[in-house]
């Protein structure tokens, strides 16, 4: 259970295992990283909701196809997000300050945040995300690459809690307005899962209501 709840929280986010000598198709290596981390943390730091559609695609190394879940996604500054999926199950996840609510299967579960190290992590690690500072968190090493129209942060665990969920986390962001296209959650037994966001709204009109349990 907490695999999956960690793997949710991970999304709004809006990590290498990869050498320095990784290369991606199609990108290339930002050649001024110190510049690029503060505009990327200004341009992030301004956006202050989304709104947005995601699809999830989940691959398992013991299966031979690809899981494809959707739902709707809501972020609002501060530390409020919102995940519902819609299909093929309905699961919902509110996490409002230091407090989680789940619904699943018709099961009502809270949880404070507070009382579990991993959560707190994880909710520092969003947080990050979300401001645009996840660049100079000590809970990762990260490389950046840049093609014509996104960003590629590739995010590499640092802390050993971290390295049993996952090997890498690759964050894909819009160049035009800093907000996260997708990200890919490598973990590492080589379960794979993707998630990309579609039709966002940034900074549009979004009430507490929408966070509340």
């Given at each position: ?8 929280l ?5 990590c290498?295992?990869?050498s320095?000598?990784q290369t991606y ?5 930002v050649?001024d ?9 200004k ?10 559609d ?9 299966l ?13 500054r501060d ?10 199950f ?10 989680m ?26 947080i ?7 660049l ?7 490389q950046?690459?840049?093609n014509e129209?996104t960003y590629?942060?590739?995010?590499t665990?640092?802390s ?18 800093n907000?996260?296209r ?11 899962t993707?998630i ?6 940034l ?11």
């Open positions: 259970m907490v695999n999956k709840i960690f793997f949710i991970m999304v709004c986010c809006v290498s295992f990869h320095m000598a198709p199609g990108y290339k290596v050649g990283l110190p510049a690029f981390k503060k505009t990327f943390a341009a992030s730091g301004e956006i202050n909701s989304i709104a947005a995601f699809v999830q695609e989940k691959t398992l190394v013991a031979t196809e690809t899981i494809t879940s959707k739902g709707k996604l809501w972020f609002k530390n409020k997000v919102r995940m519902d999926y819609v299909s093929p309905v699961y919902k996840m509110i996490m409002n300050g230091d407090k609510f789940i619904l699943d299967d018709q099961k009502e579960t809270q949880v404070n945040v507070r009382s579990n190290k991993l959560f707190q992590q994880v909710n520092r690690i969003m990050d995300c979300m401001q645009g500072t996840i100079e968190s000590n809970d990762f090493t990260t950046v690459f840049e129209s590629l942060l590739v995010l665990p640092a050993k809690n971290l390295k049993q969920f996952f090997q890498a986390i690759l964050l894909t962001v819009e160049k035009k307005d907000s996260p997708s990200i890919e959650l490598k973990e590492p037994g080589g379960d794979m993707i990309t966001l579609s039709n966002k709204t900074n549009g009109p979004l009430k507490d209501e929408v966070f509340s349990f």
